[in-house]
């Protein structure tokens, strides 16, 4: 079974650029989840979603990050203008029943 | 709100030595709770998880964990710690229905000392 795969592995940008990460899930896995890590610091949900639609987007910026999984299969989440505090490794993850991992975008913002 | 405290953000354990990592969670009703490990460069792999049932539950590499609802805590145990259990351990809750929230903790970073 092959695992979440998350692109690109690493992304480096300046303050005020924008970024996509991308995720495809586990064929068959409904949920996908969009976790930020920051540095020796636990996984903050940032979004997820059941199939195409969002269930808890409470804590995505607004102004600068969004998410999309319009086919409710793939998803995207994108920085319009990227901060220092952004600095962090985003990942995504999926479930059925088990939640599993993909092993993140480390993002440094410089 | 849902939410997981792990109050020893560093631990050092001798090889061979007995763990133990604590897990404080919050949670209205019945959790799910789990513990995963993050090796270096590697994402989250999953220890071991606790549905309601037995308190005690066994996860791989003989690690073990105790849930206590009176105490609101969810402690991972090792009998004997070896060298490549050196990575970060994050305690998680969730509710219990397909597709709920999972809240992480902060983390404990397990070093292990010759």
């Known amino acids: 079974e092959a695992g979440v795969t998350q692109s690109p592995r690493y992304a480096v940008l300046q303050e005020g650029q924008a970024v996509s990460f991308w995720c495809d899930p586990i064929s068959g896995h409904d949920t996908l989840y969009w976790y930020q890590q920051p540095r020796d610091q636990g996984p903050q949900l940032l979004v997820y979603f059941r199939d195409e639609a969002v269930i808890d987007n409470s804590q995505l910026p607004s102004d600068r990050f969004s998410a999309v999984r319009p086919k409710g299969t793939n998803s995207t989440l994108k920085i319009q203008s990227a901060k220092q505090g952004d600095t962090a490794t985003y990942l995504c993850?999926?479930?059925?029943?088990?939640?599993?991992f993909g092993k993140g975008t480390r993002l440094t913002v410089v | 709100a849902q939410s997981v405290t792990q109050p020893d953000a560093r631990v050092t354990v001798s090889e061979g030595a007995s763990l133990q990592l604590r897990c404080k969670y919050s949670?209205?009703?019945?959790?799910?709770l789990f513990w995963y490990v993050q090796y270096p460069r590697q994402g989250l792999q999953l220890l071991l998880k606790y549905y309601p049932g037995d308190p005690v539950v066994q996860g791989v590499n003989g690690f073990e964990a105790e849930f206590s609802k009176s105490n609101s805590s969810f402690h991972l145990r090792k009998a004997s710690v070896h060298w490549s259990d050196w990575a970060v351990y994050f305690c998680a809750v969730s509710g219990q229905g397909t597709g709920s929230k999972l809240s992480f903790g902060k983390g404990a970073k397990l070093t292990v000392s010759p």
């Open positions: 949670y209205f009703g019945t959790p799910y």
């Open positions: 993850a999926s479930s059925r029943q088990k939640v599993f």
